[in-house]
């Protein structure tokens, strides 16, 4: 019933919300919710030379760029999900199945068809998480952690007489040029990443759904009231979850050239943290996409570095986690400390607790 | 003071239905019962139907042997479930058990393997489980990460620390004392089966009869107010992480124990088969309630198709399908009926 209802948005809402923005000076906290952590990205950038001085040849942007892209398309994506207060941790599954799919659609009727079964496929995956959620109501963590296992379960089962492979012979294919093209030096797996963020961004920014998003996300019962579907906004970011994953796994297949069950495993963990590196809340209702854009350019970047630089990979894991942990200890002590005059209490005797019987 | 936060979760159902026409009543009351009792154990039914199907399709099901087999699977996994039973009841959660698993192995088997006695190369694992526990419970509380983004990261740290530990080798060893871990027995039983059997109990006996129990719960059911009340949030919860860390780091010992070896690959993506017992034991997401009996069933369960499937020559795939879809169904059933309570509760 709620269904056809169109919400009315609150007048505040329509100005837009750049220009309320720079009307009062901002607050140094709000600069760092935005540009943060592309502010920490330059800085690293500035600062790579010293580490690695053929990093800014034009082969290792392009491939930084290029080895970036499919986890920035789903990221993409993942912002508008998490922003709307869920999780997906099926992605990795989807990105498994969805390769899988489209290697079996490129050797059943090339480069189109491959095209067309990779949407259909991440789309369809998206569906079903959608489905379990708003029909069923599973809670989104647990829905897409049990479809994760089903996901690549499938992926599995289609490969059970081994991975699926690119032969060699179709080096000169167009789907090959999806992920190994340049156009102007840039790689078109950067193109088409830089493409998505547009599109999410004109969703998120200048349509009324992506208003819905966001204010289902800051607090659902008050999206309900205003009479806000839920269920059609659960619905619509999941499938543009399984979208992305689509699209992405493109991009991945054609420059890696075969999947199995296994392909990317723990690739959900790393969406979620490049997301969340990026400044968006898990709580929902917050986040940019410039960071989200920045935080997958600077994992790319930073990895490069450690690999350049010679440390092994087992340190690599190690720095980045606690890059991540560092990131959201400053987001953490930063709303702790948001209050006035709560940096002074710190050093003033607490008062006593009562204590617990 | 904090008691009766739990006893008031109680479901209300059930009692409304009394004043029934009698005809109706005595029915109720026992739908009521065995209502109750599902709710206690929603888990009994499936695992009596698969119990039968299994005996009828093969076999081998029945035999001694392989019902041991399934216990001790059982056994392994509950034990970090029952840990993360109180990780959940606390409405957060622990990822980095899996790479907790990896670096005690690494850790252990590498102690062993430069000529340290085995009961030592245990402790010292005991304690990085426990060490990378403090450090989750500190990040979280000290520096105010949210739960599912420190640990995720420490799963990365750790998994790093444990290949780094090892060298990307696999560390192979003989010992006697760690073999008997897995493989040993005590009056007959496997020692698998008396570790998770003492954890079980002792799990119990915390949610259901202790202060530290309740206040988990109550933490879990409105931290904001746990805290207003007085408790030691912070410190409650950085107990509860270092058990979940001592736990996994138990689960690390029986692993590398089964397998006579430590590696940084041990126990990749264990974390959401911790997770996967507690939730389909009916442990809530959102915290504020601990089912002990739902975990040890929810891991009966698991290991129990996992062996049926085994026994079928089924391949591995369709396990992880069939773990899956039992997670999403068990929880389409527990809020479907949550909300068939809370529609009848609204009228």
């Known amino acids: ?357 | 003071m904090t008691a009766p936060l739990r006893r008031s979760r109680k479901s209300p159902g059930g009692h409304g239905r009394v004043g029934a026409i009698s005809a109706n009543s005595r029915a109720a009351t026992r739908a009521g019962r065995l209502g109750r009792m599902v709710e206690a154990a929603p888990l009994a039914v499936p695992l009596v139907l698969v119990a039968l199907a299994l005996t009828m399709a093969t076999d081998r099901f029945l035999s001694a042997d392989n019902l041991t087999n399934v216990l001790v699977a059982a056994g392994i996994v509950a034990i970090p479930g029952l840990a993360m039973t109180l990780c959940i009841a606390m409405g957060e959660f622990d990822l980095s058990v899996g790479s907790t698993v990896a670096l005690t192995g690494a850790v252990t088997c590498t102690w062993i393997a430069g000529g340290q006695p085995a009961g030592v190369a245990m402790l010292v694992g005991l304690l990085v489980g426990a060490g990378v526990g403090l450090v989750n419970g500190l990040v979280i509380t000290k520096l105010g990460v949210t739960p599912f983004i420190a640990t995720l990261a420490t799963l990365v740290i750790v998994r790093g620390l444990a290949l780094a530990y090892t060298g990307g080798r696999d560390v192979i060893v003989s010992s006697s004392a760690l073999k008997y871990l897995a493989a040993g027995r005590i009056l007959g039983v496997p020692v698998p089966l008396v570790l998770a059997i003492v954890a079980a109990a002792l799990a119990w006996w915390v949610v259901n009869r202790t202060p530290f129990g309740r206040r988990v719960c109550a933490i879990g059911s409105n931290r904001e107010a746990a805290r207003m009340s007085g408790l030691a949030v912070d410190r409650i919860r950085i107990t509860v992480y270092v058990i979940v860390g001592l736990a996994a780091a138990v689960w690390g010992l029986l692993i590398s124990s089964q397998l006579q070896k430590g590696s940084g690959q041990l126990g990749l993506g264990f974390e959401l088969d911790a997770i996967t017992v507690v939730v389909i034991g009916g442990t809530a997401l959102l915290g504020g309630r601990a089912s002990v009996v739902g975990t040890l069933l929810g891991a009966v369960l698991i290991e129990t198709i996992r062996n049926g499937l085994n026994l079928l020559n089924t391949p591995p795939a369709y396990q992880r399908i069939s773990v899956g879809l039992l997670l999403v169904t068990a929880l389409a059933v527990q809020s479907v009926r949550a909300r068939a309570r809370r529609e009848s509760r609204d009228d």
């Open chain 1, 1 to 357: 019933m709620t269904d056809t209802v169109t919400p009315p948005v609150p007048d505040t809402a329509r100005v837009p919300t750049i220009q309320r923005r720079w009307a009062r000076r901002q607050s140094l906290g709000a600069l760092w919710d935005t540009w943060g952590i592309t502010a920490v990205l330059v800085v690293l950038l500035a600062g790579s030379p010293l580490v690695s001085p053929d990093f800014f040849t034009v082969a290792n942007a392009q491939s930084v760029l290029r080895e970036s892209a499919y986890l920035g398309i789903v990221a993409a994506a993942m912002t508008l999900l998490i922003m709307s207060g869920a999780f997906d941790l099926s992605v990795g599954g989807q990105l498994a199945l969805v390769s899988v799919t489209t290697l079996m659609g490129y050797a059943a009727g090339g480069t189109a068809l491959a095209i067309v079964v990779a949407v259909a496929t991440g789309i369809a995956c998206g569906v079903v998480n959608g489905t379990l959620v708003t029909a069923l109501r599973v809670p989104p963590f647990v829905a897409t952690l049990g479809m994760l296992f089903v996901f690549r379960g499938i992926a599995y089962v289609l490969t059970q007489d081994g991975p699926k492979t690119l032969p060699y012979s179709e080096i000169g294919s167009p789907f090959v040029k999806i992920g190994g093209l340049d156009i102007a030096g840039l790689p078109l797996p950067f193109l088409i990443m830089v493409g998505c963020y547009a599109a999410v961004w004109v969703l998120l920014r200048r349509t009324a759904t992506g208003r819905r998003i966001v204010a289902y996300g800051s607090s659902p019962e008050a999206a309900r009231f205003c009479g806000i579907s839920g269920n059609r906004i659960r619905m619509t970011v999941f499938v543009l979850i399984g979208l992305s994953v689509g699209i992405a796994a493109l991009t991945y297949i054609s420059r890696v050239w075969t999947a199995d069950g296994s392909a990317q495993d723990g690739f959900e963990l790393r969406v979620i943290a490049a997301v969340v590196l990026g400044g968006t809340s898990l709580k929902g209702g917050k986040g940019t996409l410039i960071g989200t854009f920045s935080a997958v350019l600077l994992v790319g970047v930073l990895n490069d570095l450690l690999v350049s630089g010679g440390v092994d990979a087992s340190y690599q894991r190690v720095v980045l986690g606690c890059v991540l942990i560092t990131a959201l200890a400053i987001d953490g002590l930063r709303t702790r400390f948001a209050a006035p005059g709560s940096f002074a209490r710190l050093f003033r005797r607490p008062p006593k607790a009562v204590p617990a019987r």
